[in-house]
């Protein structure tokens, strides 16, 4: 069965600070995507970023990151020098099995509050 | 294009009554999808379509949900009749097959 972990509910970090959020997932699969979506106070999700299996390699995005290793199953997120604006809700998504990469299982999501 | 459109917004309706979401999925997308957000089971997919045919709806509590999706762009979830425990956030989403794009979502309260 496919499962997506997200152990830390809540952060809280001063603006300015470097936080990275933990995602862990497992599947059977050898093909699959990975997914993160904020939802920020006002309730809409946001879409990140969509990570095949094949492609281990970090990517940076402005003042986001994402680190996916397959050994460990895992795709944490980073947020560099993190600003109020970047409280919100943040969710890692595992695609089902069929490729269909709307077809998502979602973690519980990690709160990040970021005080000024 | 606007995105994934949803209304209402908000709705409030009484225990027993029909309630009927909407969502208008953005232009080309073929794959439109319902989720469900509740603090105790989070984000759940309830039902998606491909081309306006229903695909999986294991998702889809009990049969007093349905969804239906006339035509590539628009689509509606009805609950019949309404229950306290649905109060949720109902969210649509679409796909053009590569990442999902959703809605604002419906804030529902059933009292």
């Known amino acids: 069965a496919q499962k997506v972990t997200q152990a830390q509910t809540e952060i809280s970090v001063v603006e300015k600070e470097d936080v990275t959020l933990d995602c862990v997932y497992e599947?059977?699969?050898?093909?699959?995507?990975l997914f993160w979506y904020k939802q920020p106070p006002s309730g809409e999700l946001v879409f990140l970023i969509r990570?095949?299996?094949?492609?281990?390699q970090n990517e940076i995005s402005g003042r986001y990151s994402w680190n996916f290793q397959k050994s460990t199953s895992s795709f944490n997120f980073t947020i560099t020098a993190s600003q109020v604006v970047d409280s919100a809700v943040y969710f890692c998504?595992?695609?089902?099995?069929?490729?269909?990469?709307?077809?998502?299982?979602f973690g519980q999501g990690t709160t990040l509050q970021v005080k000024p | 294009d606007a995105g994934v459109i949803q209304s209402p917004r908000h709705e409030v309706t009484e225990m027993g009554q029909e309630v009927t979401l909407r969502c208008k999925p953005i232009?080309?997308?073929?794959?439109l999808f319902w989720y469900r957000q509740t603090m105790m089971r989070g984000l759940e997919l309830l039902i998606y379509?491909?081309?306006?045919?229903?695909?999986?709806d294991s998702g889809m509590p009990e049969d007093r949900f349905s969804a239906k999706m006339p035509n590539a762009s628009f689509s509606t979830l009805k609950i019949q009749p309404s229950e306290p425990r649905d109060s949720a956030v109902y969210f649509c989403?679409?796909?053009?097959?590569?990442?999902?794009?959703f809605g604002q979502g419906t804030r529902l309260t059933v009292v």
């Open positions: 599947t059977r699969d050898t093909t699959y995507y």
């Open positions: 379509f491909n081309n306006n045919v229903p695909i999986d």
């Open positions: 232009s080309g997308h073929d794959y």
């Open positions: 998504a595992l695609s089902d099995p069929s490729g269909n990469t709307g077809k998502l299982i």
């Open positions: 990570r095949n299996s094949f492609d281990e």
């Open positions: 989403a679409s796909s053009s097959g590569t990442e999902a794009f």
